[in-house]
């Protein structure tokens, strides 16, 4: 199946200034952050929750840590989690190495900004991807700050809590469908997800993995040269 | 210590590719264009199952059905919208 990408039919034909598809990604990332102050700092500290949120910036992995530390986990098994987690930055980060024209040390600034959101909108604005991470990463890394900071302060969030946990998928969904170049990219996604599904059904122990497993199987399939 | 090294594996998993991996040939770049939708799906569909086998609570997926009926629209406010407003339903009626 071809696959067009072409500046038309493609996805950066169409969408809204940076400022506008930023804004509800900082919203969601300030509720996430303010669910993590409140659901980390009774087992981390509120030092150390928010350090975590400064130095980590990454919700996925600091909420995992903050669930194997209530779980009484040492350690290894939270390096593990790091590891198994950002798995997917690897791969993202490869998927913007071709729209980066940057020097080294911008490209290592940049990474800094590499989150699943920033690669969304870097994949559907005009312009260096480094140049997307360097604009939109700062508006994430705020957002996050000032939500851990805000659920720090303000105790329980538990109706915050609710809503998080369906803020992940639609995001997520959201993101997809940002990327989506065509209707071979939209089954492509969809196969994806059936198989991650099917994997962390049958086998709990490898979901961590199966998103970028799964993704790199459906990708394999060519037919575009 | 243990929190530097978590987030320094992070910055090093962000890094890795940016800094380190040439620009990639055509066929490759090709590859790497297809997997950002089908990870994202993927991302979206682990985050439906918790564990161990376990489906979210409805309304968390009444939540994702309302991003997935908005998602021709190609906007992430759009599928916040839906997602939030089959949240809502979901809230409403169970």
Not at chain 1, 16 to 33: K, M, N, Q, R
Not at chain 1, 106 to 125: I, K
């Amino acid at each position: 199946m071809r696959e067009n990408g072409g500046a038309a039919s493609g996805p950066r034909a169409s969408h809204p200034s940076l400022a506008v598809a930023l804004a509800p990604i900082a919203a969601a990332i300030f509720i996430f952050g303010a669910v993590y102050g409140t659901v980390s700092a009774p087992e981390m500290g509120a030092p150390m929750t928010f350090l975590a949120s400064a130095l980590v910036f990454s919700g996925a992995l600091q909420f995992t840590i903050a669930g194997l530390l209530l779980a009484g986990a040492g350690p290894a098994a939270l390096l593990a989690a790091a590891v198994t987690l950002n798995v997917r930055h690897v791969l993202l980060g490869a998927v913007l190495r071709p729209r980066i024209k940057a020097p080294a040390p911008a490209r290592a600034g940049a990474a800094w900004f590499l989150l699943d959101e920033t690669v969304g909108l870097a994949l559907t604005h005009e312009g260096d991807a480094a140049r997307t991470l360097w604009r939109a990463g700062p508006v994430c890394y705020v957002a996050w700050l000032a939500g851990t900071a805000a659920g720090l302060a303000g105790g329980s969030v538990d109706v915050l809590q609710s809503a998080a946990v369906a803020v992940f998928p639609v995001l997520f969904i959201g993101l997809a469908a940002l990327s989506c170049r065509n209707r071979s990219g939209a089954v492509r996604a969809v196969a994806a997800a059936a198989v991650t599904a099917a994997v962390a059904l049958a086998w709990p122990d490898a979901r961590a993995l199966a998103p970028v497993f799964a993704a790199i199987a459906v990708a394999l399939p060519g037919g575009d040269s | 210590m243990l929190l530097l090294a978590v987030a320094g594996i992070t910055y090093a998993s962000r890094a890795v590719s940016l800094v380190f991996m040439p620009s990639p040939p055509p066929r490759l770049e090709r590859f790497l264009n297809r997997i950002p939708a089908p990870l994202f799906a993927s991302l979206a569909a682990i985050s439906l199952i918790e564990e161990p086998r376990h489906l979210a609570p409805p309304e968390v997926l009444l939540a994702a059905a309302g991003a997935l009926i908005m998602s021709p629209r190609r906007s992430l406010l759009a599928a916040l919208v839906g997602g939030l407003a089959g949240y809502a339903l979901g809230e409403i009626l169970l």
